[in-house]
């Protein structure tokens, strides 16, 4: 089955952009620690950040890389910091601040400079990478998420990092289909309104197996545990 194209369908919040002078964390759980990024080209961007409860000398953890929606609600971050998902699932999780007047999109940002601003992809990304070399992170289970804005720039990090990502989990974003073979080689699950894909590593597109509730798919997807069983059973594979 080919994909010819990801509809962009976001939640009532995600299409409420923020105000300009706006500054809020993506996530209102207490286990993040706010950050602060200076990139090469001196732009800054903030992000929030947590850790295992526990962290055992000589392991190393999944890193799972959270982007927020045009509303700044990174949903994922606040699910992978409930009590019970901290104990089944440690790992470390990033969750960028895009600039007020960014998005994730990048590169349909770059197409749409005059009405949306500058893409703080580019700079979440490096960031992320000075995270993967500060931290004992797994490098073959860096993962990627996010919702409606926030499921765009996931098919766009995946288009700028390919070999980085061991699997990655857009929610209600859009994407471009040329660039399907770059965003299909590594395990994707795909979710957008009543409607999802899945795919592994070396297996076929798998039928369906989730029916999102329209406009309201990224809470019941992040909510669902089946979404984090799936992700962390991914590997990088050379």
Not at 89 to 117: N, R
Not at 225 to 237: D, Y
């Amino acid at each position: 089955e080919e994909v010819v194209a990801i509809h962009y369908r976001s939640s009532a919040a995600d299409r409420k952009p923020r105000e300009p002078a706006e500054v809020k964390p993506p996530t209102d759980s207490e286990h993040y620690v706010k950050h602060t990024f200076k990139a090469q080209n001196g732009i800054k961007i903030d992000y929030w950040f947590m850790s295992p409860m526990k962290i055992e000398a000589g392991r190393k953890y999944p890193l799972v890389l959270t982007l927020h929606g045009l509303s700044g609600n990174a949903t994922a971050a606040t699910e992978l910091g409930s009590p019970a998902l901290r104990e089944q699932f440690p790992c470390f999780v990033m969750a960028p601040v895009s600039t007020a007047d960014g998005l994730w999109a990048s590169p349909y940002a770059e197409l749409m400079q005059d009405k949306y601003g500058k893409a703080s992809l580019q700079t979440a990304l490096e960031a992320m990478d000075a995270v993967i070399n500060t931290y004992p992170i797994d490098p073959e289970r860096t993962y990627v998420t996010g919702q409606s804005m926030g499921g765009a720039g996931t098919y766009n990090a995946r288009h700028y990092r390919p070999g980085v990502f061991a699997a990655a989990i857009p929610v209600c974003g859009l994407s471009d289909p040329k660039d399907n073979d770059v965003l299909l080689k590594r395990a994707i699950w795909v979710h957008n309104g009543k409607v999802a894909w899945r795919i592994a590593e070396n297996h076929p597109w798998q039928e369906p197996n989730y029916r999102g509730s329209g406009e309201h798919c990224s809470g019941a997807r992040y909510a669902s545990r089946a979404t984090w069983e799936w992700l962390f059973q991914q590997h990088r594979t050379k």
